[in-house]
């Protein structure tokens, strides 16, 4: 099946810095990615839809200038958790549909990110 | 918007009993609904798909039913394995989003 690459896997960092997670789908063409954050023992919650070349759409009570999502190619979404702190600390999740079959969406492996 | 809710929360079966989990959507609109399978620590993988026009799917052990009448629509897995335990998802698409239920969590016990 298709593969969808997130990195990095796991990331630790101080209060105040930013993170950049990269998601890339590696052998098709994703002109949406999604971004989904994951609480222990829970769903995953839609953060934010990423349009190649356009805005991302973000979900209602998600900070768009605290999660910045850029998606500049076909391939590579990448989201940015600005001045991160402590409760920002969770599982972040992309997934991209592909282009050539729209209902069908893959995930990545994840991000795992502890802000101290 | 869209409403899934899964059931059950957690589920316990015995190696080689089958196990059945399942989904309600409140949106006539939905029109695909794919199941996940997520490990611990990992993204979830897609396993089984069926969308609004069909009324059933399966692939080897697994299978999956929908009732667009009733808005229902359920994972079935035959002869259980250790491997399989996992977290199960269900999600239905309505127009370009994917809502997801709340998770069950599956021991397959040896």
Known sequence: ?116 | GENVEQHPSTLSVQEGDSAVIKCTYSDSASNYFPWYKQELGKGPQLIIDIRSNVGEKKDQRIAVTLNKTAKHFSLHITETQPEDSAVYFCAAKNFNKFYFGSGTKLNVKP
């Not at chain 1, 995953?44 to 999502?69: P, R």
């Open chain 1, 1 to 116: 099946g298709a593969v969808v690459s997130q990195h990095p896997s796991r990331v630790i960092c101080k209060s105040g810095t930013s993170v950049k997670i990269e998601c890339r789908s590696l052998d098709f063409q994703a002109t949406t990615m999604f971004w989904y954050r994951q609480f222990p023992k829970k769903s995953l919650m839609l953060m934010a839809t990423s349009n190649e070349g356009s805005k991302a759409t973000y979900e209602q009570g998600v900070e768009k200038d605290k999660f910045l999502i850029n998606h500049a190619s076909l391939t590579l979404s990448t989201l940015t958790v600005t001045s991160a702190h402590p409760e920002d600390s969770s599982f972040y999740i992309c997934s991209a549909r592909d282009r050539a079959g729209p209902n069908i969406q893959y995930f990545g492996a994840g991000t795992r990110l502890s802000v101290l």
